[in-house]
Structure formats: structure tokens, C-alpha cells
């Protein structure tokens, strides 16, 4: 079992949708969670964290976090082309761990 | 958020050749910074984690004497290809653990740089 598993896609969405990504993660005492959003040809850039159970609101982003479930998602509300992407979960147990990171899923907006 | 950043960009070399490519810290101190390799709509595959001070530690496959990989001080780590080969035509992305954030575990990536070995 993989320790950070998502779906690769592709997700396609029309423009102005919601876009929902999800990831699940193995280790029960992870702390920490990540969203990193990667265009193609270039480096992955952090765009959500969070830390506790519920949601946190970062603009157009909303990340949900469920620790019970061990299950962390990320929503792009009115989605837009250049949200056009491959989308990174990353875990860690907190301190000074490992950071794990799935293997990514990729959103495909359509105008 | 934190900066880190990777140089050269891209670069190009005869086979046979090695390389050095850099990755700086520039607001924090890091510790800890991780090199990766990643090949055309693939994942990114973790090839090593570079402590300061000490030896780098590799992933299971990768050949510690082919990737040299060198972090003598908090703000700098060198990812140096030996002896390149076309198959080490590759992305290759360094990132760094910014110790202020995320309880020490919030990462940043450099821009990456585009090896091209001919």
C-alpha cells in the first residue's frame, strides 16, 4: 500500500466548476499536510497547508482535512484554465519527518 | 513563502562530462534539503536527502558515486552528475525544509533544471 495515494487522472472540469481532489494517507500519526500545485515542465509550487481537522480557506482553494478518515482534499471553487495542473498531496508525522508525497493528480479546466 | 532557488536553469553537455547544479536557500536556513529527478509526465522520484554537515542519504537504486551530492553550509546544496550519460537527460529539482513553518516540515522548491546530455 502506497503511503499517500491519489488519483493521476486526468479530472476534467468545465470552467467556473468546483474542482475536488482527494488524497489518503496510511500513517495514523501524520501531522502535517500539503497541496502543491505543478505545471508542466516546471517545479512544484506549495499552495495550501493544514494542520487540524476541517476545512481552511485560501481564496478560490479550500482544503479539508480528516484525520479519522485519513483523508485530506483539496477544492478549487470557479475554476479557471490556469488552473490547469497536476496536483501534489504531501504527508508528514511532524517534526522533523519524512515529508511523503503522492504521486499527483491532474486537473484538465475546460473553457 | 520561502525562496529556493536552483542554477543553472538548463544546461546541455557532452556525455561523458559532469555537472553541478546548485540549490540556495535564500531567506532561511535549511537544514535539511531533498534533490529529485523527475522524467516527462512522470512523478517526481526522491533521489536523496542532503543534511548539512553530514553525508547525503540516497534513495534505494540511486548511485551515490554517479550523483554526488554536497550541503557544506544551511543555505547551499550541490547536486553533481558524474559523468553523464543520454539516460541522465532528466528534470531534476532540488527543495528545502523551511525550519520556521509547518512545525519544520513545510518544503519549498527551487525552479529546477533541465540537464540535457549529449
Not at chain 1, 467556473?16 to 509550487?45: H, M, V
Amino acid at each position: 500500500q502506497k503511503e499517500v495515494e491519489q488519483n493521476s487522472g486526468p479530472l476534467s472540469v468545465p470552467e467556473g466548476a468546483i474542482a475536488s481532489l482527494n488524497c489518503t494517507y496510511s500513517d495514523r500519526g501524520s501531522q502535517s499536510f500539503f497541496w502543491y500545485r505543478q505545471y508542466s515542465g516546471k517545479s512544484p509550487e506549495l499552495i495550501m497547508s493544514i494542520y487540524s481537522n476541517g476545512d481552511k480557506e485560501d481564496g478560490r482553494f479550500t482544503a479539508q482535512l480528516n484525520k479519522a478518515s485519513q483523508y485530506v482534499s483539496l477544492l478549487i471553487r470557479d475554476s479557471q484554465p490556469s488552473d490547469s495542473a497536476t496536483y501534489l498531496c504531501a504527508v508528514s508525522s511532524g517534526g522533523y519527518q519524512k515529508v511523503t508525497f503522492g504521486t499527483g493528480t491532474k486537473l484538465q479546466v475546460i473553457p | 513563502g520561502a525562496v529556493v532557488s536552483q542554477h543553472p536553469s538548463w544546461v546541455i553537455c557532452k556525455s561523458g562530462t559532469s555537472v553541478k547544479i546548485e540549490c540556495r536557500s535564500l531567506d532561511f536556513q535549511a537544514t535539511t534539503m531533498f534533490w529529485y529527478r523527475q522524467f516527462p509526465k512522470q512523478s517526481l522520484m526522491l533521489m536523496a536527502t542532503s543534511n548539512e554537515g553530514s553525508k547525503a542519504t540516497y534513495e534505494q537504486g540511486v548511485e551515490k558515486d554517479k550523483f554526488l551530492i554536497n550541503h557544506a553550509s544551511l543555505t547551499l546544496s550541490t547536486l553533481t552528475v558524474t559523468s553523464a550519460h543520454p539516460e541522465d537527460s532528466s528534470f531534476y529539482i532540488c527543495s528545502a525544509r523551511d525550519p520556521r513553518q509547518g512545525g519544520g516540515n513545510t518544503i519549498y522548491f527551487g525552479e529546477g533544471s533541465w540537464l540535457t546530455v549529449v
